[in-house]
């Protein structure tokens, strides 16, 4: 696999934390790791051999997206109540979500997932 940078913007080379690698995410599922912080869990997800990083949590409940959550294209489908983000920029697409869910600048080196640790949060415009 070749090295690839996916999102990169505001990143400092030294802010890059390994959270998981890409040979051991499930294959056709949302992947999960610990953020490098260790408060919050993270959701990976895979789509056209591109990395997402979002955390793991629901934002309009306590519902974990990488255990319960249905990845259709670039949306995460909750299972409690069926609202959904677009996993490249956490925004909150369908009621009963409002809040965006925090996401993470993703870099990939080889087989290697790396993160910005400093969350980031979709803004409407
Ligand atoms: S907990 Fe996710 S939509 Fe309600």
């Known amino acids: 696999m070749n090295s690839k940078v996916i999102a990169t ?3 400092q080379a030294d802010e890059w ?3 998981a690698k890409v040979s051991e995410l499930p294959k056709g599922d949302i992947g999960t790791a ?5 408060r919050l869990d993270l959701a990976i997800y895979q789509v056209d051999g591109e990395i997402y990083v979002t955390s793991d949590r ?22 409690w109540h069926n609202g959904r983000f677009d996993v490249r920029t956490g925004q909150a697409l369908t009621m009963p979500c409002r ?11 080889g087989d290697d997932i790396y993160i910005n640790p ?7 415009l």
Request: hydrophobic share 30%; aromatic share 10%.
């Open 58 to 79: 629901c934002t309009h409940g306590a519902a974990s997206l990488s255990d319960e959550g249905e990845l259709d294209g670039y949306q995460v489908e909750c299972a």
């Open 17 to 19: 934390k390994f959270i």
């Open 34 to 38: 610990k953020h490098p912080g260790g």
């Open 9 to 11: 913007d505001s990143a």
């Open 99 to 109: 809040a965006p869910l925090p996401y993470f600048d993703v870099k990939v080196v």
């Open 118 to 124: 400093r969350p980031k949060r979709f803004k409407q």
